[in-house]
């Protein structure tokens, strides 16, 4: 059996104080694979990314996340992404009058002084920065702009995998970003992620519907319904789901 | 009425001073008069800022060491006793000296005393005002002749004695100094003018649960005006970065000729008390004012401005920005008043205070005023209090910056748009101390 990079097994957590919503999700994700998390709305697919990244006001109840053989959980916010997870969120967060380079530079020399590397200089950081800005094809004046302050949806999202691009993040959490995507953006997205897959990598593509499956192929694709992952197999059932629906699958579950 | 008429409504305040700097008995009686009953104690505009109860009774008078520096067309002189060293004799502070010296950097005549410019009236009412005018220490006057242009950069530093390492000792006096700047710009001149008040922290300046308890009390009063003529234009920066034990009253009045401009920029930082008050007059038509603060609070700090824009002829603009940061137990106090007169038509005017406030225990206090006598107006004002925005730092934390990396980014995003006004170092210097002391948990301090 492969090396486990992620190992979740029977979490359980909630909003704080509110109604359980993870009841016993189990799920590895062996080094250098990249797993879909498919799920129906209100099945716990973006409660799993925040749990992951460690967002407040989310309480794990019971149960355990392995992440490199040490516990995730125990593990700070910036911690986790110094240690190399990524999240890239749903809905990107605008935040006026931090410049986007200045911000870009900021969390890679965070990422680097965590894996003994020294930090970039400016010159050497514009560079890699124009790289991945080409890569999911975003203008070089977005560096300039606040973060994510005003930028379309799209845009939004390609910075994400522009920062996934710049961190190289060894597990890559993905929460939908495929929503709200014209054909370009997606194609564009999608084949960023593609990119970043390699065999020290993992990624869990977290999604709805299967559209970015089109473009990134899933080694495993998992589907969560109310807590917990009810089936697993392999990157063709994406496209069953996608002509049968959750239905045959989660039955009377829900 | 002269002030030696008025002395018995209060004893006279006991000055332990220098003797060349001891104002003359009458006047001093007249300060005291001032301090225990007028001005600083009961007005209304002084509701959030016990003045008058934080001024020391007794103190000695000292002259602030000056570091200035000139360039251009900027003609400086001075009056009374400021950096003696550097500057062997110059008259005192009296009608007649302010009226020399005028003349001799070749400017016009000006109203003597009581208002050293034309932009005394932008201040008036004030208590300081008030008080300097009975009795300033010295005085830098600077004129720049029709369409020149000049600059001139002012440090002034006040260094509290350390307080006695013994108990038992016996405490060394209050410091003090009263001490103002003029400013006149002749028809189309253009000045740039950059203040700065520091001192060196004491061992008691560090910020700690006993803040200011054991520092001696020590104060800076300092009158800035500015006058400028048809056309002129101003670029001043005032950065107040006063050691923690200190009290600090500022003024600052500018008054705007026809076509006049002045883009001003102020910091409120330093001192335990600092209240500074900013009269604006816009009293020629076309005349503008883009005004813009930043006031960053920590530890027991109490940060008070007071503006008073008054739009007196008709299409002028102005603007006021005015950002408050505040951490520990610290205030902000922004009162932002507004007059528009009658004949004033086509007045513009913006106002905004947005404050953030940093931790549990700091309060922000916000009284936008706003009087129109005239319908032909434009006026906007908006105040906000609010926090971290903890959205935005959970993104940034999700990057794999610290919490307090990404605070500090926040704060300085906040008030990015004051700070990149600047263009001094030292105010940019003292700006970035500002807000690393107003981010420090009381757990782990920044220094």
Same mark, same amino acid.
Not at chain 1, 154 to 176: C, I, W, Y
Not at chain 1, 212 to 230: F, N, Q
Not at chain 2, 3 to 10: E, F, I, K, N, T
Not at chain 2, 90 to 110: C, E, M, N, R, Y
């Given at each position: 059996m492969s090396e486990m990079l992620l190992e979740i097994k029977d979490l359980h957590a909630r909003v704080a104080g509110g109604a359980e919503i993870l009841k016993g999700l189990s799920l590895s994700l062996p080094v250098g694979e990249v797993h879909a998390i498919m799920g129906p709305n209100g099945s716990g697919k973006s409660t799993l990314s925040y749990v992951l990244a460690g967002r407040e006001g989310y309480e794990v109840t019971s149960g355990s996340v392995l992440y490199r053989g040490e516990d995730l959980l125990a593990m700070s916010i910036d911690e986790r992404a110094r240690a190399g997870v990524f999240l890239a969120f749903q809905y990107p967060v605008e935040i006026p009058g931090v410049q986007n380079g200045y911000f870009l530079r900021a969390i890679l020399n965070a990422r680097r002084a965590h894996l003994g590397l020294p930090e970039l200089n400016p010159v050497e950081f514009m560079k890699r920065a124009k790289e991945a800005?080409?890569?999911?094809?975003?203008?070089?004046?977005?560096?300039?702009?606040?973060?994510?302050?005003?930028?379309?949806?799209?845009?939004?999202?390609?910075?994400?995998?522009?920062?996934?691009?710049?961190?190289?993040?060894?597990?890559?959490?993905?929460?939908?970003?495929?929503?709200?995507?014209?054909?370009?953006?997606?194609?564009?997205?999608?084949?960023?992620?593609?990119?970043?897959?390699?065999?020290?990598?993992?990624?869990?593509?977290?999604?709805?519907?299967?559209?970015?499956?089109?473009?990134?192929?899933?080694?495993?694709?998992?589907?969560?319904?109310?807590?917990?992952?009810?089936h697993t197999g392999e990157a063709s059932l994406a496209r069953e789901l996608e002509e049968r629906g959750y239905e045959w699958l989660i039955g009377g579950e829900r | 009425m002269s002030?030696?008429?008025?002395?018995?409504?209060?004893p006279p305040r006991p000055l332990t001073a220098a003797a060349p700097l001891l104002p003359p008995p009458a006047l001093a009686a007249a300060e005291g008069a001032l301090l225990a009953s007028g001005g600083f104690?009961?007005?209304?505009?002084?509701?959030?800022?016990?003045?008058?109860?934080?001024?020391?009774?007794?103190?000695?008078?000292?002259?602030?060491?000056?570091?200035?520096?000139?360039?251009?067309?900027?003609?400086?002189?001075?009056?009374?006793?400021?950096?003696?060293?550097?500057?062997?004799?110059?008259?005192?502070?009296?009608?007649?000296?302010?009226?020399?010296?005028?003349?001799?950097?070749?400017?016009?005549?000006?109203?003597?005393?009581?208002?050293?410019?034309?932009?005394g009236a932008a201040l008036g009412g004030s208590a300081l005002c008030a008080w300097s005018d009975l009795s300033a220490d010295g005085a830098l006057l600077v004129w720049v002749p029709p369409g020149e242009e000049g600059e001139v950069r002012v440090v002034y530093t006040l260094d509290v004695p350390a307080a006695p390492a013994a108990p038992a000792a016996p405490a060394a006096p209050a410091t003090g100094a009263l001490t103002r700047?003029?400013?006149?710009?002749?028809?189309?001149?253009?000045?740039?003018?950059?203040?700065?008040? =520091? +001192? &060196? $922290? /004491? !061992? @008691? #300046? %560090? =910020? +700690? &649960? $006993? /803040? !200011? @308890? #054991? %520092? =001696?009390? &020590?104060?800076? !009063?300092h009158i800035t005006e500015v006058e400028l003529q048809a056309g002129a234009d101003l670029t001043y920066t005032r950065a107040q970065g006063a050691p923690l034990a200190h009290l600090h009253l500022g003024a600052v009045g500018i008054a705007l000729a026809a076509g006049a401009g002045a883009r001003a920029t102020l910091l409120n930082l330093g001192a335990r008390l600092a209240r500074v008050e900013l009269g604006v007059d816009l009293a020629g038509e076309g005349a503008r004012a883009d005004l813009a603060g930043a006031f960053v609070g920590s530890g027991a700090r109490l940060l008070d401005q007071h503006l008073t824009l008054r739009h007196l002829a008709p299409r002028c603009e102005s603007a006021q920005r005015f950002k408050g940061l505040l951490g520990g137990i610290s205030r902000g106090v922004f009162t932002g008043r507004v007059y528009v007169a009658?004949?004033?038509?086509?007045?513009?005017?913006?106002?905004?205070?947005?404050?953030?406030?940093?931790?549990?225990?700091?309060?922000?206090?916000?009284?936008?005023?706003?009087?129109?006598?005239?319908?032909d107006v434009q006026c906007s004002h908006g105040a906000t209090v609010g926090q971290l925005d903890e959205e935005a730092l959970f993104y940034l934390r999700s990057r794999g910056l610290t919490r307090a990396v990404g605070e500090r980014l926040l704060a300085e995003a906040f008030v990015g748009e004051v700070l990149e006004r600047l263009d001094d170092p030292g105010a940019q210097q003292l700006a970035a101390e500002a807000l690393a002391r107003a981010l420090a948990s009381p757990e782990e301090p920044a220094q």
């Open positions: 800005l080409q890569m999911v094809k975003l203008d070089a004046s977005m560096l300039k702009r606040s973060v994510n302050e005003g930028f379309s949806g799209g845009e939004k999202k390609r910075n994400e995998v522009m920062q996934m691009a710049l961190l190289e993040p060894t597990l890559s959490v993905l929460d939908e970003t495929d929503s709200g995507l014209d054909i370009d953006a997606l194609r564009v997205v999608g084949q960023g992620v593609e990119a970043l897959k390699g065999p020290a990598r993992s990624a869990l593509i977290i999604t709805h519907f299967p559209r970015l499956l089109e473009h990134v192929t899933p080694h495993k694709v998992h589907v969560l319904s109310a807590g917990r992952v009810v | 002030p030696s008429r008025r002395a018995p409504l209060a104690g009961k007005t209304e505009a002084l509701w959030y800022t016990p003045v008058g109860e934080a001024l020391p009774r007794e103190f000695v008078r000292l002259s602030p060491s000056v570091a200035l520096e000139a360039r251009g067309a900027a003609r400086v002189a001075r009056v009374g006793a400021l950096s003696p060293e550097r500057w062997p004799a110059s008259p005192p502070v009296t009608a007649a000296g302010v009226s020399a010296q005028w003349a001799a950097l070749g400017a016009p005549a000006a109203p003597p005393l009581g208002a050293l410019t034309g932009a700047l003029a400013a006149r710009c002749g028809e189309g001149a253009r000045l740039t003018l950059v203040e700065r008040f =520091e +001192g &060196a $922290e /004491g !061992a @008691e #300046g %560090a =910020e +700690g &649960a $006993e /803040g !200011a @308890e #054991g %520092a =001696e009390a &020590a104060f800076t !009063a009658p004949g004033a038509s086509g007045t513009r005017a913006e106002q905004s205070n947005p404050n953030l406030i940093a931790s549990e225990g700091a309060r922000a206090v916000s009284r936008p005023q706003l009087e129109i006598y005239n319908d």
